[in-house]
């Protein structure tokens, strides 16, 4: 990793070589460096207090027992709430608000690298709440369209119970014999009143005694 892209904001050389060394071991697959911002105090210190962002998270290098050890401090853009800076008499104090916990504030950072800090900061956290907003609206339109299996059961019971129409059985015709018409024909006159009772049930017998 060349360290020659991370010393255009006054960024201590020797500081910067020691400091990416070790956060590069850390990175995990797809994750690179964006910016280093290294602490400048007024007084002499042995390693200063830095902090790196990567495209994934932001990581404070605070160092301990005179240097000879470095405390990494990490968040994922997605723990982090927001972060501001203030500018003071000598360099920055850089404040990281993460959705839980306490702030983690790193005074004298040179007032530029602060700056940019707080832009690449921001532009990461911007990036994961588009990412985030985007897939919320995907997983709703997934949602909309793949009904679930409940609602499949829904939409079966409420379907219309489909009947299969029956054919209609037509009465097959038979011939009628001369028998029957001479009855049908004799009812009809009986029922329009062209023969009496007594009439009517002569002309049956009759009719009847020929079977």
Do not use: H
């Amino acid at each position: 990793m060349s360290i020659d892209q991370f010393l255009f904001d006054e960024q201590d050389p020797k500081t910067a070589e020691k400091i990416l060394g070790k956060v590069g071991d850390m990175l995990t697959s797809g994750e690179t460096i964006l910016y280093l911002a290294i602490q400048k105090k007024p007084a002499v210190t042995l390693i200063p207090d830095c902090i790196a962002i990567t495209n994934k998270r932001i990581v404070f290098c605070i160092s301990g027992n005179l240097g000879l050890t470095t405390n990494f401090i990490t968040f994922p853009w997605g723990d982090i709430k927001e972060v501001s800076f203030k500018e003071e008499f000598f360099g920055s104090k850089f404040i990281t608000v993460p959705q839980r916990g306490e702030n983690v504030t790193i005074d004298y950072i040179p007032k530029i690298q602060a700056r940019k800090l707080y832009q690449f900061c921001n532009e990461q956290i911007e990036r994961l709440k588009e990412t985030l907003r985007a897939q919320e609206i995907e997983d709703r339109t997934f949602s909309v369209q793949t009904p679930t299996p409940a609602a499949l059961t829904e939409i079966v019971d409420i379907q219309p119970e489909i009947q299969t129409p029956i054919e209609e059985i037509k009465p097959i015709d038979q011939p009628v014999d001369e028998l029957t018409l001479k009855l049908q024909k004799l009812k009809s006159l009986f029922e329009k009143q062209l023969i009496t009772q007594d009439e009517y049930e002569t002309k049956k017998s009759d009719i009847l005694s020929q079977l």
